[in-house]
T-cell receptor, first 113, second 112 residues
Framework: DVKVTQSSRYLVKRTGEKVFLECVQD?????MFWYRQDPGLGLRLIYF???????EKGDIPEGYSVSREKKERFSLILESASTNQTSMYLC????????????FGPGTRLLVL | KQEVTQIPAALSVPEGENLVLNCSFT??????LQWFRQDPGKGLTSLLL?????REQTSGRLNASLDKSSGRSTLYIAASQPGDSATYLC???????????FGQGTTLQVKP
C-alpha cells in the first residue's frame, strides 16, 4: 500500500506565526508536490521538488517556502501565516516519469486566526 | 495555458443508475489524464490513469475514456451505489514537469 503521511490533520495557528507542514512518503519517489485546495478555486500547485534540495515554484508560491533535505520528506513553510492561508493543504508524490500516477496524502486543514 | 473544466458541478442520482461525468481540457499536449475521488475532508484517491496514447481504462465498475484530439474525457460509473457518493476530480498532466492541472470537480450523490 502506498503511504503518504502528513504531520497533522488539523492545525490552528495565529496570524504571524511560522508554520511547518510536513509530508513523508515511503516509495522512494523523486517528485513531491504541495497543493492547496479552496472552495471554488480547486487544487492549485504551490511548490514542487524533483530531487533532494531541488525545488520549483508552482502557480501560487507567494507567502510559502519549501525544504527538501531528504528524499522522503518535503516540508511546506508559511513564514508568517496570514488569514488568507486558511485552507486544505495536500501533499503528493510521483516517480521519476511524467506518465506515472500522483499519490496524495490525507491533507492538513489549516485555520489561521 | 491549460484549463480543465468538469461538468456538471453536482449530480444526484438514484442507486443503481449508470452515470457519466465529463471533463474537458483546452490543450491537447498532455502526458496523461487522471481521475480521482475525494471524500469530504479527506485526501485524493487515484481511480484511473489514462496515458495520452490510450483511449480508455477500466477498473471494476469504472470506465474512463480519453479523446485527446477533442480535449475530452468521460468517467462512466456503472450501477451506482450510495458508497460512490463523493467528489470526482479530473486532472491532466502536462508541461515539462508533468504537473497536474485540476478541474473543479463533480460532487456526486447516490441516493438509496
Amino acid at each position: 500500500d502506498v503511504k503518504v503521511t502528513q504531520s497533522s490533520r488539523y492545525l490552528v495557528k495565529r496570524t504571524g506565526e511560522k508554520v511547518f507542514l510536513e509530508c513523508v512518503q515511503d516509495m522512494d519517489h523523486e517528485n513531491m508536490f504541495w497543493y492547496r485546495q479552496d472552495p471554488g478555486l480547486g487544487l492549485r500547485l504551490i511548490y514542487f521538488s524533483y530531487d533532494v534540495k531541488m525545488k520549483e515554484k508552482g502557480d501560487i508560491p507567494e507567502g510559502y517556502s519549501v525544504s527538501r533535505e531528504k528524499k522522503e520528506r518535503f516540508s511546506l513553510i508559511l513564514e508568517s501565516a496570514s488569514t488568507n492561508q486558511t485552507s486544505m493543504y495536500l501533499c503528493a508524490h510521483r516517480g521519476a516519469f511524467t506518465r506515472e500516477t500522483q499519490y496524495f496524502g490525507p491533507g492538513t486543514r489549516l485555520l489561521v486566526l | 495555458k491549460q484549463e480543465v473544466t468538469q461538468i456538471p458541478a453536482a449530480l444526484s442520482v438514484p442507486e443503481g443508475e449508470n452515470l457519466v461525468l465529463n471533463c474537458s481540457f483546452t490543450d491537447s499536449a498532455i502526458y496523461n489524464l487522471q481521475w480521482f475521488r475525494q471524500d469530504p475532508g479527506k485526501g485524493l484517491t487515484s481511480l484511473l490513469l489514462i496515458q495520452s496514447s490510450q483511449r480508455e481504462q477500466t477498473s471494476g465498475r469504472l470506465n474512463a475514456s480519453l479523446d485527446k484530439s477533442s480535449g475530452r474525457s468521460t468517467l462512466y460509473i456503472a450501477a451506482s451505489q450510495p458508497g460512490d457518493s463523493a467528489t470526482y476530480l479530473c486532472a491532466v498532466s502536462s508541461g515539462n514537469t508533468g504537473k497536474l492541472i485540476f478541474g473543479q470537480g463533480t460532487t456526486l450523490q447516490v441516493k438509496p
